[in-house]
């Protein structure tokens, strides 16, 4: 993950509404409209909507629409397991048919955490 992606991250504060968390991500691109600050608004909300925050999947999709070459461009840079994970998000917020396989890896993941005894909060957005 990005350097500026982690520094939203952790600065993201809850408010009173859900979509409270999805204006800060934003904040970077109102200081820079650079290609790093929208790199690090699109890992933030891939994380987001993987993790089924309300509101961020409508942000990631419109961004990827927006922004699909600088995209791709930065996903090809990513290890494989980061790689995966970010095309796989981006192909389930286009409305794009996940490929079959990606349930089998993680009914294969989830099995492992239920062997190692890892609490189900642990397990993030649609496992848990």
């Not at 925050?53 to 629409?65: A, D, H, N």
């Not at 995209?71 to 048919?97: D, F, Q, Y």
Request: charged residues 25%; glycine residues 8%; without cysteine.
């Amino acid at each position: 993950m990005r350097n500026g992606s982690q520094e939203i991250l952790l600065s993201l504060r809850l408010g009173l509404e859900d979509e409270d968390v999805n204006r800060q991500v934003l904040v970077p691109m109102r200081r820079a409209d650079t290609p790093e600050a929208v790199l690090d608004v699109l890992e933030v909300f891939s994380v987001l909507s993987a993790a089924e925050w309300p509101g961020s999947g409508k942000y990631f999709r419109l961004f990827v629409q927006i922004y699909a070459e600088l995209w791709i461009a930065h996903i090809e840079t990513l290890p494989l397991v980061e790689r995966a994970v970010a095309s796989v998000e981006a192909l389930r917020v286009m409305g794009m048919p996940v490929p079959e396989s990606v349930g089998k890896v993680a009914a294969l993941a989830q099995a492992e955490l239920e062997r190692r005894g890892v609490p189900l909060r642990y397990w993030g957005g649609r496992n848990g």
